[in-house]
């Protein structure tokens, strides 16, 4: 036996966890977009900031590091930097936001 008006209530008790969900989901992009990681590579000569939200924030290269007879090191270690912070970026992601 169905009774009038519960398929109504419970749809609209569903749509209220719905948009609840959302804005939880909401906030934890805004949260992680404002998390900054960092990462380096050879030993801290490269370092990157990167948000949460995969944004490119900061880099630098100690002077040290810069050898014009050998751009293509400079070239690897900026690339492991940026790999190493989208790394643990993705780890964050995956631990905060829901599938």
């Known amino acids: 036996m169905k009774f009038p008006g519960a398929g109504t ?3 609209q008790q569903m749509m209220k966890q719905a948009q609840a969900m959302q804005k939880q989901l909401e906030q934890a992009k805004a949260d ?3 998390t ?3 990462a380096s590579s050879g030993g ?3 370092s990157v900031e990167m948000s949460g939200a995969y944004e490119l924030l900061n880099l630098k290269i ?3 590091a810069v050898d014009p007879d050998d751009v293509e090191m400079m ?3 900026v690339i492991a930097a940026i ?3 989208l790394t643990q970026v993705t780890k964050l992601r995956e ?3 829901p599938l």
């Open 9 to 11: 209530a419970n749809m």
């Open 32 to 34: 992680l977009a404002e």
């Open 36 to 38: 900054l990681i960092e």
């Open 44 to 46: 801290g000569m490269v």
């Open 62 to 64: 100690k002077p040290e």
């Open 75 to 77: 070239e690897d270690l």
């Open 83 to 85: 790999n190493e912070a």
């Open 95 to 97: 631990e905060t936001l």
